[in-house]
């Protein structure tokens, strides 16, 4: 999964670089835009043939690892899935169009091609996140005796934390996508001086894209805490490190929680941060992982650590951004300022290490259930255990030998972009 | 009871795309791996650029029917994965490495570096692949799985792997037929004598598989000799031998339609047989459908995403056809 996952958004985030820069190109007739979306293009291509693959695997491991989640979830959850796989085949039939049909339609319908290339892969982007958030928030469904009682596969689509986790993961995957594309050609400014005009154009445009998302990221993230806060208090105490349920509960910054002792180590405490920042009020009171039963209490160390990692990266990316504006004002190229370039090469890593932080936050946080206070995680697992271990191997191996993959194709076509350099120079932005 | 069944004709229309047009893409990697003679670079790259650009979206048929049965017969699926974990994981393993060696093949081909490694773990995997696949459905259909619930060896039967055996042929007949349309004399003569070899394959394993049947899978016997299934049984007969007669007299298009028919009626004589069991012989359709709200859910967005999909492959086969026009 957590391979999936950076996969799955350099489908949604590439697709749109991909349209940009072909708009680029109609507008300004600038050449290096049209080799710009060609070459993304081809890339979106790579990870859409890796996609179908991955996907199937996908299909298959829910089945083998999990049938007894699936045979509850299927009837409820279902939904967005069938859609999901609409939204893949109409992004394949464009992408169809996209890629092989340059010359054969003409420049506005090829382009609007591309447009529902990128519209159909932010829908399946969608649709997955959306049965995630149903995980979190089940809605929908009533269980009674181990059995389903009411089924309202709507009322599960339109579950509380869709509205908030599913912008979160949109704009993550954008940013993500800018960054490490950016970083790429960074990367490339930053060894060779006079380096192809491409990738001066290159690295602004997927710059700017990751760049005017960064604070609204910061805003989204915003509001998902305080849905947390609301919809799964352990959760969010569990982010917090909030040990015991207090009135003006501290934010803490940094720290490491230690279970045994129920306090924070090395933490740098906001009297009043937490309570403020959930219910603007510094008094509110906010609930401890002391206010839930011991089983049902999720791992603050794993949570807090990625929680804090994620934060963190998301500050430097808003950083990033007012330093180009800052730049922008001042002396006007982007690329001139080799600080900024090093800044983004790092932008590059941390955006895929905030996602993967952003998943263990709340796939860990969630623990111990599948399915919030409806199904835990041991009650889905395959009755025939002794294919458990066996299939999570089998299931590893592939998962690394497709990203060995993809990182090889993309290599491929990353040096076709600088023939000067040589070849496995880009390898560590792509790894996940 | 009714709309459980026209989403269960939406899972078996999907099936059958998936065997159709990725039976033929495992064909050709069948092909690749048995090209021999002098002209063997030759068949290989005509394999590879009639498989190219849509090497591996195929798959979404499979996923599909899958997310399908997950959403609409929950407890089929979760019964299936369960029993049949061994083949569906070998068969996965083989989807993974069929596509990427696919890949990196072509890109090896591409910069000119040695390559036979990997042409003979795309062939492999693309025998492999139908096999176990075609080795699950028949362990699904005999029964045995469904039976004992936790026994993971249900394949390992005859019926279940001559079912395989049949599948991998009529992957190679679908294939060899495409090929006879994608090339030109002498390749095309290479191919329609291939195509021989596979009907005839394929006559034995389908011959084989009902006589299995017998012992391995008495439901499906049964349901194959009598009312519908025998008429499909029949069907995919009448359709295979218009098809040998098409390749006699070299009307390749009308041998395509043809195979395509026989492979089509293959797997619906199996649907017939079986029906209305989805897990043979403890789930029927009716046992395992999902609660109404759902299947009438499903067959909603069904609809709405085929009213989508539908003038979308319109508009890309009309960009494609216009195109060949030209030039």
Redesign the interface.
Known sequence: MAFHIIFAVYGIGLPLLMVIAEALWLKTEDRDYLDMARRWARATGVLFAIGAVSGTVIAFELGLLWPEFMKLAGPVIGMPFSMEGFAFFVEAIFLAVYLYAWDKVNPKAHWLSGIAVAISSVLSGIFVVDANSWMNSPRGLVLLDGTQSSVHPLLAMLNPFASTEIPHMVLAAYIAVGFSVAAIYAFSLLRTRAALGLARKAFVVSFAVAAWLSPVQLLSGDFSARAVGALQPEKLAAMESLFHTRSCAPEIIAGIPDVKTQTVRYGLPIPCGLSFLLKFNPNAVVEGLDAFAPPDRPNPLVVHLSFQLMLWCGFFFVFLAVWAVVVRLRRGALVSSRGLLAGTVAAGMLSLIAIEAGWFVTEVGRQPWVAYRLIRTAQAMTPATSVVMPSLVVFSLIYLFLAALVIWLLLGLASAAHPAQGEGTFGGHRDP | MILEVAVAALVLASLTAYVVLGGADFGGGVWDALARGSDAGAQRSVIAKAMG?????N??W???A???T???F??A??????HL??P??IA??G??LR??AF??RE?AVEVGRPHAGLGHLFGAASIVTPVFLGAAVGALASGTAGRT??A?DAWLAPFPLTVGVLAVCLCALLAAVFLTLETREPLRERFRRRAFGAWGATAVAGAAGILTARQGAPLIFTGLTHGAGAGLVLAAVAAGAGALICLLARRYPLARVCVIAQVAFVLWAWAGAQYPYVVVPTLTIAQAA??P??IT??LV??LL??A??IP??W??FR??K??EQNS
């Open positions: 650009p849509v090497w591996e979206a798959h979404v499979l996923i599909f899958i997310v399908a997950w959403t609409a929950p407890a699926f979760a019964a299936m994965f369960t974990a061994v569906v994981t996965l393993v989807i993974v596509g990427s890949a990196l890109k619930p936790g993971s999902a609660p709200v759902t859910g499903f967005v069904a995403g085929l989508i999909l979308s492959l508009y890309l960009i494609f216009s195109s």
